[in-house]
């Protein structure tokens, strides 16, 4: 079996993964950096033995993470509670895309990870993937398996974050699927502005994007993350796969097997 995780700056998410391709199941837990290797491992551990899974049975480990603070702590987990060294996605291993960027370097762990996996489950397709986390990226890949770049801009967990904190009216409020843009109290006016809001300005930027990546060509429309699903009644997206960063750690895991010699 192979574990997967996809640390972002607000949450923890893993997967496991049989005969490379099979979800087994799934762990979410809030990021929380500074936290001891002991911790991370037996959180990890715990987790999986309450889905009857041993430690034992996980061959490989692979990692999206793009908290730098929690690199090593993630390594030394894998090393003393799974006695397995931890594949990180970083520059040299294997992708099989093309990055298309002024510094490759700089791109986020997360966004190839969503890349890789487009290209896995749609390999003759252009693809423009929406991930709804802390940020929301938007990025473009070819069916010639290009990274060709994209947009970053605040989530909506930031936009009303920063609402409820640098405003000295303005409540904290969940974020819903708002049936109305015309609120009729504070509550209702900032949910309906964050979540019409933001479906405008996805809208827009996969709108743009698309034309410049791919012109007059189709493309794919796949969404991913926390808040994806808030929007799936819009038919906006063609997909929506809330695991996607996982399944694109899994297949670079496939890609990047362990040399025997």
């Known amino acids: 079996m192979n574990l997967c995780i996809d640390v972002g700056n607000s949450q923890l998410h893993g997967a496991v993964y049989e005969n490379d391709k099979d979800l087994v199941m799934q762990i979410r837990k809030e990021s929380s950096y500074r936290v001891s290797s002991d911790e991370m491992g037996l959180f990890l551990v715990s987790a999986l033995r309450e889905k009857g899974i ?11 993470c793009v908290v730098p603070e929690e690199l090593f702590t993630l390594k030394m987990a894998c090393r003393e509670y799974f006695n397995t060294e931890p594949l990180f996605l970083e520059s040299g291993v294997k992708t099989r895309l093309k990055i298309k960027t002024r510094n490759p370097l700089e791109v986020g762990a997360d966004r190839i990870a969503n890349a890789i996996a487009v290209t896995e489950l749609y390999f003759d397709q ?6 709804f986390g802390t940020a ?10 290009e990274y060709l770049g994209g ?6 967990g930031l936009a009303m974050e920063a609402l409820g904190t640098k405003t000295a009216k303005l409540p904290h409020v969940e974020i819903v ?23 405008g300005l996805v809208k827009e930027l996969v709108r743009r994007i ?13 969404a991913t993350g926390g808040y994806s699903l808030l929007y799936r009644d819009e038919k906006l ?25």
């Open 126 to 131: 252009n693809v423009v993937v929406v991930d």
């Open 177 to 199: 699927n708002a049936e109305k843009a015309l609120g009729k109290s504070s509550i209702e006016s900032i949910q309906g502005g964050l979540y019409f809001g933001y479906l």
């Open 210 to 222: 698309g034309e410049e990546a791919f012109g007059k060509k189709r493309y794919r429309i796949v």
């Open 54 to 64: 041993d430690a034992k049975q996980i061959r490989r480990i692979g990692v999206s």
């Open 237 to 261: 997206f063609d997909d929506i796969i809330p695991d996607l960063v996982l399944k694109g750690v899994n297949k670079m895991l496939v890609l990047n097997p362990i040399d025997k010699n």
């Open 136 to 145: 929301i990226t938007l990025d473009a890949v070819s069916e010639e398996k």
């Open 151 to 156: 947009s970053i801009c605040a989530g909506l």
